[in-house]
């Protein structure tokens, strides 16, 4: 059985098995967002719809920080049901959350439709990019439940050790994707909104693949019709432990929007086409980080409601160590090679003269995300939301937007003042964040 050897097997192998295809599928959904971009990139007029594309993706971000937290919010503790062989619990928390992906969908389908002008205007887009924005956030919209319920319910076929199955379900999507974005782009002359509408059918794909999946018997959780019911009990625990990656994924959402205004007083378009090529470049760092830390999660889990303490911890360091280099590499790389990432998108020289020394600044303490990934996974997959929701926010709210803005009013940088503040954020938050974790996790499996 899948469940015994979450609580048997060897930690590398056992986390190998899981962190691959998870890493394997956050490359896959890295690849999702960079192909629209680079394809876009290369369009006649791709700077200015480049920069569209980085005016809508806050929107969709703040979209799937739903998905984020119905299904990271409620996999950990279906996990950790699992590991005290409480399987009606742990059936309740999947049945809730498909729920709630569903209807949270068509709620959003809805104001998104009634308010697209006023809330693109919001979120940065001007009258050079109103035409592409808007083109491709309404096509995007159409297709909200097939995204949220395939996000959503991979969390749920990833704790229970089916991680290559979750996989496939976003490699459908994935390589789909890749294969219809030139042809809608270019051999349909559809533009962004053939992006966009080779993403939702994609996505469709990958849906169907999902829910044939978790209605089969392969399942170890099954879908139940009195699970559906929205449990009030149940929809605050999941809410309280989604929290923390709900704000993670949104408040980038608002991140982006506060770059891209920021940027575009200091820089005008071609600094927001930038932002959109940095943002495209940090998820080259950090997504298969979040590929291992998903990966630990069915783990530590599993075997914390199993009260398998030294599994825990050997995950958790296993997990650091990777994570440490992984990032350590990847952020030298592009330090001492900016161009070769920056021309992935677009070979403009004017774009490369703007690009490359923000680069560089606000890349600079991504060896730091790793290590922070896998402490905020841990928190969640512990039940301990509240911790996790507090280091976000410290990095994010409490310094990294602030410092958006004030960094350039009191430093003569202007334009490479608004990055600076990712580098500062990152490594002070997770300098406290490191401290912290060491004494929480002594106190937390203390046996």
């Not at 920069?51 to 990271?72: C, D, H, K, L, T």
Request: with cysteine.
């Amino acid at each position: 059985m899948v469940q015994n050897k979450l609580g048997t097997e060897k930690i590398s192998r056992l986390l190998a098995s899981l962190a691959i295809p998870a890493i394997a599928a956050q490359i896959i959904t890295l690849l999702y967002n960079l192909v629209d971009r680079i394809y876009i990139g290369k369009m006649a007029d791709g700077t200015i719809a480049m920069a569209a594309v980085g005016i809508v993706a806050p929107i969709i971000m703040i979209i799937n920080a739903f998905s984020n937290m119905f299904g990271r919010g409620g996999a950990p503790l279906a996990s950790i049901s699992m590991g005290s062989h409480d399987y009606k619990k742990a059936e309740r928390y999947m049945g809730n959350s498909l729920s709630m992906l569903l209807i949270t969908s068509v709620l959003i389908m809805a104001v998104i439709l009634i308010f697209d002008e006023p809330v693109l205007y919001l979120f940065g887009a001007r009258e050079a990019t109103m035409g592409y924005a808007k083109d491709y956030l309404i096509t995007y919209i159409l297709g909200t439940i097939f995204v949220q319920v395939t996000v959503g319910m991979n969390y749920y076929i990833t704790t229970q050790g089916f991680a290559k199955t979750a996989m496939i379900s976003t490699s459908i999507g994935g390589v789909l994707n890749i294969i219809l974005d030139p042809i809608f782009i270019f051999s349909f002359n559809m533009g962004v909104k053939g992006a966009a509408l080779a993403t939702i059918i994609s996505q469709f794909a990958s849906f169907i693949w999902v829910l044939c999946f978790i209605f089969s018997k392969k399942t170890i959780l099954k879908i139940r019709k009195e699970n559906l019911i929205p449990d009030k009990k149940v929809l605050k625990q999941i809410i309280v432990l989604g929290s923390s990656p709900f704000f993670m994924t949104g408040s980038e959402g608002i991140l982006n929007i506060c770059f891209n205004n920021q940027v575009l007083a200091y820089g005008g378009d071609i600094a927001v086409s930038s932002m959109t090529v940095l943002f495209s470049i940090m998820q080259i760092l950090s997504l298969p980080v979040e590929g291992l830390a998903q990966g630990t999660q069915p783990i530590i889990s599993y075997n914390y409601g199993a009260d398998r303490f030294d599994r825990v911890n050997k995950t958790i360091r296993t997990a650091r160590i990777i994570a440490i280099i992984y990032t350590s590499i990847m952020t030298s790389m592009i330090l001492l090679i900016p161009t070769l990432f920056i021309g992935i998108f677009n070979n403009s020289e004017e774009l490369f003269a703007v690009c490359v020394p923000m680069l560089r600044i606000y890349i600079a303490g991504g060896f730091v995300t790793g290590i922070f990934s896998i402490m905020q996974q841990t928190y969640n997959s512990l039940g301990e939301g509240k911790k996790s929701l507090f280091f976000a926010t410290l990095r994010k709210g409490i310094l990294l937007i602030p410092l958006i803005y004030i960094l350039p009013l009191i430093t003569p940088f202007g334009l490479l003042a608004v990055v600076l503040a990712e580098p500062i954020s990152d490594i002070t938050s997770a300098i406290f964040n490191f401290f912290y974790f060491n004494r929480f996790i002594k106190r937390k499996l203390a046996s």
